[in-house]
């Protein structure tokens, strides 16, 4: 079976630095994304590891461990526009089928 | 153009009515799907269009009945719906469904259904 999980919600403060956490086990493992999706709206791509190790976009952050299985978006100096539903979404076998993570609600107070 | 596009935003249904979501992209993307999406809850697949040719169907009842006209647009018809089927639809596309590439999926605004 697919199993990923995250946080339900966190809470942290503008400026400051969060790390969302995901831990997955899954049948199989060919890449983990993060998607930032805010409420009523389309998720959007954040980031993408196939490779242990960090990826680094600007304010946005991802780490991942296939040993571990296990991955987490660190978000930077944080904004209030960051408050967002985070999905950790993985490609668990051949081709580009994604099981997402139920979400992580990030709210970012002043 | 980097957007994927969805009519209508907004939908009610009763349960014996037929009506049709619509998805439009012109990435030159040649996969493209369709999602649930219940409040709280992450998006849930249900279909895969890759080449305009269904791919994956996540064993979803037959009153949801999706098209690929061409490799630009989408459709899902719904018939017979339940309340229980109302939820967001969310469609996305990538530059293609197959493995060995980074096939980052672009989401749609998403239709919000309601079935009285």
């Known amino acids: 079976g697919q199993n990923i999980d995250q946080p339900t919600e966190m809470t942290a403060t503008e400026g400051a630095i969060v790390q969302i956490n995901c831990t997955y086990q899954t049948s199989g493992f060919n890449g983990l994304f993060w998607y930032q999706q805010h409420a009523g709206e389309a998720p959007t791509f954040l980031s993408y590891n196939v490779l242990d190790g960090l990826e680094e976009k600007g304010r946005f952050s991802s780490f991942l461990s296939r040993s571990k299985g296990y991955s987490y978006l660190l978000l930077k100096e944080l904004q209030m526009k960051d408050s967002a539903s985070y999905l950790c979404a993985v490609r668990a076998q051949d081709g580009n089928k994604l099981v997402f993570g139920a979400g992580t609600i990030l709210r970012v107070k002043s | 153009d980097t957007e994927v596009t969805q009519t209508p935003k907004h939908l009610v249904m009763g349960m014996t009515n037929k009506k049709s979501l619509k998805c439009e992209q012109h990435?030159?993307?040649?996969?493209m799907y369709w999602y649930k999406q219940k409040a709280k809850k992450p998006p849930e697949l249900m279909f895969v269009?890759?080449?305009?040719?269904?791919?994956i169907n996540e064993s979803v009842p037959s009153r949801f009945s999706p098209e690929c006209p061409n490799s630009s647009l989408l459709n899902l018809h719904l018939h017979a719906l339940q309340p229980e089927d109302s939820a967001l639809y969310l469609c996305a596309s990538s530059q293609e469904y197959r493995a060995g590439g980074v096939y980052e999926q672009f989401f749609g605004p998403g239709t919000r259904l309601t079935v009285l």
């Open positions: 269009y890759s080449y305009e040719k269904l791919s």
């Open positions: 990435m030159g993307h040649r996969a």
